[in-house]
Nanobody
Framework: QVQLVESGGGLVQAGGSLRLSCAAS????????MGWFRQAPGKEREFVAG????????YYADSVKGRFTISRDNAKNTVYLQMNILKPEDTVDYYC?????????????????WGQGTQVTVSS
C-alpha cells in the first residue's frame, strides 16, 4: 500500500502561482512513477503531468505545458506540481497518483494509488 496526501491548494488570483505537494508513505516511493490529475465536477479525471521513477523524464498535458512543472524528491518521498500563470479554468480539484509501471501513463486506470485531492481556485 502507498498512502498519498496532497497539500498546497488554495485560492489565488489569475496569473499567480501555487505549488502542490504530495507526500507518500508506505512502500518505496522511488518504485513508482507519479502523476498529477485534475477533475471538475461531473467530468472525467484529466491527466495533468507525470514523472518517471527517477525523475529523469516528465510529460505534460498540452493545456498546462509551459506553465506547470512536475518534480520529485525521492529522499523526501514527495512529488510536487509547481503551477504558474494560473488561469480561472485551472480551478478544479487536483489529485496525485502512483503507478508501478516504468513509464508515464496518462490514463487514470493505470494508477494504483490516489490521494484525497486538494482544491485549487483561481479567481479572475
Amino acid at each position: 500500500q502507498v498512502q498519498l496526501v496532497e497539500s498546497g491548494g488554495g485560492l489565488v488570483q489569475a496569473g499567480g502561482s501555487l505549488r502542490l505537494s504530495c507526500a507518500a508513505s508506505g512502500r518505496t516511493f522511488s518504485n513508482y512513477a507519479m502523476g498529477w490529475f485534475r477533475q471538475a465536477p461531473g467530468k472525467e479525471r484529466e491527466f495533468v503531468a507525470g514523472i518517471t521513477r527517477s525523475g529523469g523524464r516528465t510529460y505534460y498535458a498540452d493545456s498546462v505545458k509551459g506553465r506547470f512543472t512536475i518534480s520529485r524528491d525521492n529522499a523526501k518521498n514527495t512529488v510536487y506540481l509547481q503551477m504558474n500563470i494560473l488561469k480561472p479554468e485551472d480551478t478544479v480539484d487536483y489529485y496525485c497518483a502512483a503507478n508501478s509501471r516504468s513509464y508515464i501513463s496518462g490514463s487514470p486506470r493505470e494508477y494504483d494509488y490516489w490521494g484525497q485531492g486538494t482544491q485549487v481556485t483561481v479567481s479572475s
